[in-house]
């Protein structure tokens, strides 16, 4: 009974950690603007954390520069099990504008396995939220298929 | 009865007590070359002292009877005393007893602590100097055999303090505290001389007969001379800056020594002082002037160890912070008050020579007692982190640990006397008590942040766990204060009640040397009732329930199926959080920890910290202020 | 056999109620409800009520990492400590005219249990050895000693008002203030002791660390302090312990200033102590997290020891002249 | 007579520490400390002084109410006193010699390590 209990919290109480990889600002924005009371994000459980220890959910932001690729990995690597990655907007995904540039490492997927990509420059906030929504079923799911 | 039974008689034990101390000084000094030789001679002198002490608990503490030992059986003749006495009554047996279980951890402590100086020899001889002095100073029935004891025990803790003369401070500290402890000394030996010259006599009984009610403005100066003379003793303010300099500078054991011991000679002179040889405690302005400079030694203390950086210095000031409590809960002059401060005088002794025993193994393993360059301890010296954290509590007054159990007995009795007496100012005190408390928390906390938690600097990789003999020591004030905490009825009931009863009845320590005292007072009705309650066993009790009831759930939730990094792979998973860089040694500690307390109290501290100047021509001149304002004072009120 | 009844009993008092049960189910619901309610002040829709409750659950479901560099059974054990304390602590505090385990400890011990909570965190963070939680701690403390202050005064205050009342000059026991508040109707009503019950209210979120007194775990600069290096099931017993004490609190503020409220029937007791919290909740936590930003460390301090401490004095003043 | 021995010792009590107070040199102050310890040397026994008395040296049997003396007892505590003084004095020079050699100074302004 626990282990349905755990595992239906788990849906519930998402906790995200927002890593800003180089980016622009703009989707870091707009990931703010999801926990505005127009959005109001916290209904569904979410809520930032300030530590990698605490999150469920790791956003990441910006097209992973060089620069922030082994910070990235590292605050990543700090986030206890089950965890989702989410990237958010275009650039973690492709590059971006950014694609090509010599200081641009990303995508982020080359790394990590990415489990929800949110496209879009930057994505709006709906957007944002269906991505995080789908998220915690991933995390559920993996909730699932610990011991 | 045949020479040897008398002999074994209990009424000799007191002398026993004391002179198995000095004996042990001088075989050591004689026979000490050979390290074995020393350290038999020393425990066994140590251990038949505190077993003399032991053996008289049941006839002193528990039966009330009052020993007067008359040297060579000199016993008075036409009146007036001439001989040298010994006087046990509860009150001298309780600090008796302080005094042999103090030294007897402080010398097992010793054994390994100081084994890799040189002169050890000489160390055990003044050690002992020590012991006897301050032993022959409470036993004592006598003022000027008081002041010779002090002397000796001055004598002994100044040189002890320059034992290590190689240490930053460790001269310049047993200078300072040479100079204005002879100005004490002075002080008593004077006093004493006027009070020889009013009454004629030394004895302690007979001059509690002949004092009273028959002032002059000699014995007025002389008590000033007197009160400000054991005040050097027990460093209550404006004598705290020797007491930091001496406890920090001097070696671990003899800071517990001077810290558990010798101050709380100083509290014996004051008591008997003001209780017996004068009897001015039932006067309002007499109760004012402890509970005052008490409070004043309590809130001044307890905020320049805060803002200490020193591990030793910190406690130094701590433990005058905590002699504050004992003369205010004594000053109050009632039964609770004297009850709660006595208690405390105990619990004192035990927890602040835990952590000066938890110190000095720190300062044995890393060679530093500076709060910046430690951290990290804990990893390395679990058991003397416990250790610690156990005489933190205690100091802080965490229930169950002793320090509580005291110390709220002296909030009790504190605002018990301000409802009794309607004097808003014991209110005061009340309130500076509990905050002095709360302060006294913060710098343990501070400590073991920089101490015992937080990172390990790459010096103090190679660091290990002290030596079973330092734990074994440290182990024994650490259930002494846990049992004292846990036990307070037992305690209480059998321990300090009868000390703070034997405080009220002068006309039985008078007649008891044989001198009348039917101008005395009789022993007023002593009540000892609390407003309060707690009960430690039962909640330690449903702690421990609840605990075990959390851990099985935990348990059973595989709380404690954590993932921890194996072997010595670097993995970023098990780095600390550093905002996604790479984990780098970044301690936060030290000295200013609580900034947030210490921006709002600039002032203050600044003021405070030129005050505290160093020079010792400054700390002399305190010495002469306080002495002038004493006598002023005693001028007026007596 | 009457000795296994009433161990059984105890027990019961010790697990269910006003133990661990009552105060895992009365905490979470006080901390879902402000936050639901800070929510409603923000126009907000807000977490779902049961939401502590899910945070708790998933809590426990995540992996729990001990840092290399931390010791381990300190990390591990202090959060239970801390716990334990504080249901215990509910245990002393009498709800209304029913006290579980009465006579064993008074206002100042309660004062003192109240330490060894915030110093189970304390010690938990700094055997994690972050820099964060060495910051987090720094401040903690100063909290810690800002509210002490105020805190002592108030618990004056009442067990002077409650003495001379009773004739027996001061009364530190709880059971004897319920008595009391019982007979002669709450210590709210009377003028001298408002602005100690003021005084308290601003030092519940103070003390429970709730915002804006909450630069202790300020999760936007320093990573949430103390907590930064918890996870898994350490933080959300950690969690736990914030909600249980934000009852702790309330309930001691009832036991205070709003005794003689109850019917006598412990059940119906028991749900009116929950509603009172939830008020007191909503007035001096949700209320003003809602209105306020947080507070520089110094600023709480100087806030607490000169305002809030003024209020007490106020009181304590008032009370000692019998007002 | 006598009055004039218990202004002087008082007088050499202050005078000691007045020097304890204002000298800056660690000798005078060693030397301030035994001011103001002769000064109670000599309190102590102008104490037991009574005009006219013999030294209180007598065998049992010579011992009548009528032998006049002067009182043993603050003699006897002036030696000690003079004892204890002389020890003082000895360590405090020994601590003056091994300050200077640390130091390099015995003006009390300069060692001031600990402080604050």
């Known amino acids: 009974m626990f282990k349905k209990l755990i595992q239906e919290s788990m849906g519930k109480s998402p906790w995200l950690f927002h890593i800003n990889a180089g980016s622009c600002n703009g989707c870091d924005i707009e990931l703010v603007s999801v926990l505005t009371p127009r959005y109001d994000a916290e209904r569904l459980g979410f809520k930032l954390a300030g530590s990698p220890r605490h999150a469920d959910i790791v956003v990441v932001t910006g097209p992973v520069t060089k620069q922030s690729l082994p910070r990235v990995l590292r605050a990543i690597s700090q986030v206890p099990e089950p965890r989702c990655i989410v990237t958010m907007g275009s650039c973690p995904q492709s590059g971006n504008v950014f694609r090509g540039s010599y200081s641009v490492a990303g995508p982020l997927s080359k790394y990590v396995h990415v489990d929800v990509d949110v496209a879009g420059c930057a994505p709006k906030p709906e957007a944002v939220i269906d991505g995080l929504a789908l998220a915690t079923q991933i995390l559920k799911e993996k909730r699932g298929q610990m011991k | ?638 | 056999m009457t000795i296994v009844i009433s161990a059984l009993q105890y027990l019961g008092y010790v697990l269910i109620f006003p133990g661990f049960l009552f105060c895992f189910l009365a905490g979470m619901l006080l901390c879902g409800i402000d936050r639901k309610l800070v929510a409603k002040m923000q126009k907000r829709v807000g977490p779902p009520v049961l939401q502590p409750f899910y945070d708790f659950f998933k809590l426990c479901g995540k992996e729990t990492i001990v840092p290399a560099s931390a010791s381990k059974t300190t990390f591990l054990m202090a959060p239970l400590v801390g716990l334990a304390a504080l249901v215990v602590i509910q245990l002393f505090i009498p709800v209304f005219s029913f006290s579980a385990f009465s006579g064993m400890a008074d206002v100042i011990v309660i004062l003192y249990l109240l330490l060894i909570p915030a110093m189970s965190v304390i010690l938990g963070g700094a055997a994690s050895g972050s820099p964060y939680a060495g910051v987090g701690l720094s401040r903690e403390m100063v909290t810690i000693i800002s509210c002490e202050l105020p805190l002592v005064l108030v618990l004056l205050a009442v067990a002077k008002t409650v003495g001379s009342a009773l004739g027996t000059g001061l009364c530190f026991s709880l059971s004897d203030i319920a008595a009391y508040q019982a007979m002669h109707g709450s210590l709210i009503t009377k003028i001298s002791m408002l602005p100690a019950a003021v005084a308290m209210l601003l030092i519940i979120p103070g003390e429970t660390g709730n915002h804006p007194f909450d630069a202790a775990e300020a999760e936007t600069e320093i990573c949430e302090g103390l907590l930064a290096e918890y996870s898994g099931a350490p933080l959300g017993v950690y969690k736990l312990s914030h909600a249980i004490k934000m009852l702790t609190l309330t309930s001691l503020f009832v036991a205070l200033f709003l005794g003689g409220l109850g019917t006598g029937f412990v059940a119906l007791d028991g749900i009116i102590l929950f509603l009172l919290c939830v008020v007191l909740t909503a007035v001096s936590i949700s209320f003003v997290h809602a209105i306020t930003a947080r507070l520089k460390i110094e600023q709480i301090f100087k806030f607490y020891w000169t305002l809030v401490s003024g209020l007490a004095l106020i009181s304590l003043v008032l009370a000692w002249y019998g007002l | 007579m006598i009055l004039l021995n218990y202004i002087a010792s008082f007088f050499l009590i202050a005078l000691g520490l007045y020097t304890i107070v204002t000298k800056h040199n660690l000798v005078k102050t060693v030397i301030g400390l035994s001011i103001a310890d002769y000064g109670a040397n000599l309190l102590l026994i102008s104490i037991g002084f009574n005009p006219g008395g013999t030294a209180p040296i007598y065998t049992w049997t010579e011992l009548n109410p009528s032998s006049f003396f002067v009182d043993p007892i603050p003699q006897a505590l002036t030696l000690t006193s003079i004892v204890i003084g002389a020890c003082v004095t000895a360590m405090s020079l020994a601590l003056v010699i091994k300050l200077e050699e640390q130091y390099g100074t015995t003006d009390t302004r300069e060692i001031r390590r600990l402080r604050g």
């Not at chain 2, 103090?102 to 602590?113: C, D, L, R």
């Not at chain 2, 002699?323 to 004297?338: D, E, F, K, N, R």
């Not at chain 2, 709002?600 to 700390?619: A, E, K, P, Q």
């Open chain 2, 1 to 638: 009865m045949s020479p040897v039974i008398n002999a074994l008689s209990y009424q000799h034990f007191p002398i026993y007590a004391i002179m198995v101390l000095f004996l042990g000084a001088f075989l050591i000094a004689v026979f000490g070359r050979n390290r074995t030789a020393r350290n038999v001679l020393a425990l066994l002198s140590i251990t038949a002292s505190l077993a003399f002490i032991l053996a008289l608990i049941r006839p002193v503490m528990l039966g009330g009877e009052i020993i007067a030992y008359w040297l060579g059986g000199r016993v008075p003749a036409g009146g007036y005393a001439i001989g040298i006495a010994l006087e046990v009554d509860a009150l001298s047996l309780f600090f008796a007893l302080i005094v042999a279980v103090a030294v007897f951890v402080s010398g097992v402590y010793s054994i390994q602590y100081m084994r890799h100086d040189d002169n050890e020899r000489e160390y055990y001889t003044l050690f002992l100097m020590l012991a006897g002095g301050v032993m022959g100073l409470v036993l004592s029935g006598d003022l000027f055999n008081m002041f010779i004891m002090v002397e000796v025990l001055t004598f002994a803790a100044v040189a002890l303090t320059a034992f290590r003369n190689t240490a930053t401070g460790a001269l310049e500290a047993a200078f300072k505290y040479l100079v204005v402890g002879c100005i004490g000394s002075t002080c008593i030996l004077v006093g004493t001389a006027m009070l020889y010259a009013q009454a004629h006599t030394l004895n302690l009984a007979q001059l509690a007969q002949l004092l009273p009610g028959n002032l002059n403005t000699a014995t007025k100066v002389a008590f000033a001379l007197l009160f400000v003379g054991f005040g050097t003793k027990a460093f209550i303010v404006p004598f705290h800056p020797l007491a930091a300099d001496a406890h920090g500078a001097a070696p671990a054991s003899i800071s517990v020594m001077i810290s558990g011991v010798l101050t709380k000679s100083g509290i014996y002179g004051i008591i008997r002082l003001t209780y017996f040889l004068f009897q001015t405690m039932n006067l309002g302005t007499m109760q004012f002037l402890l509970v005052f400079v008490g409070s004043l030694s309590m809130f001044i203390c307890v905020t320049m160890a805060l803002a200490q950086h020193d591990f030793k210095r910190l406690l130094a000031f701590h433990s005058i912070s905590q002699i504050g409590y004992v003369l205010t809960a004594v000053g109050l002059c009632t039964a609770l008050g004297v009850s709660a401060g006595l208690y405390h005088a105990m619990n004192h002794t035990l927890f602040k020579g835990l952590l000066f025993l938890a110190a000095g193994a720190v300062l044995h393993e890393t060679g530093t007692t500076d709060l910046g360059k430690l951290g990290g301890l804990s990893k390395k010296m679990p058991h003397t982190t416990v250790l610690f954290l156990i005489g933190a509590f205690s100091i802080s007054g965490i229930p169950p640990f002793n320090g509580f159990a005291s110390k709220w007995m002296v909030y009790q009795a504190t605002y018990q006397k301000a409802v009794e007496s309607g004097n808003i100012g014991f209110l005061l005190v009340t309130i500076i008590a509990l905050v002095t408390s709360v302060l006294t928390l913060a710098s343990f906390v501070k400590v073991s942040q920089s101490v015992f938690f937080g990172q390990l600097p790459k010096e103090l990789e190679h660091v290990k766990e002290v030596s079973f003999g330092m734990r074994l020591a440290m182990g024994i004030f650490a259930l002494l204060c846990i049992l004292t905490g846990l036990f307070p009825g037992l305690v209480t009931s059998y321990i300090t009640e009868p000390a703070a009863r034997a405080v009220f009845s002068v006309a039985q320590y008078i007649s008891a040397m044989g001198f009348d005292a039917s101008g005395v007072a009789a022993e007023s009705v002593v009540s000892f009732a609390h407003v309060g309650v707690w009960e430690p066993i039962s909640w330690l009790l449903i702690l421990c329930i609840a605990l075990l009831a959390i851990t099985i759930v935990a348990v059973a939730s595989k709380y404690d199926n954590v993932s921890q990094r194996s072997g010595e792979a670097v993995d970023t998973k098990y780095e600390l959080f550093y905002g996604g860089e790479a984990q780098e040694f970044s301690q936060v500690g030290g000295g200013d920890l609580f900034w947030g307390f210490k921006h709002n109290w600039r002032g203050y501290f600044d003021f405070m910290y030129r005050l505290h100047s160093g020079v010792v021509n400054d700390y002399a001149l305190w010495a002469v202020v306080d002495l002038a304002l004493v006598m002023l004072f005693s001028l007026i009120v007596l």
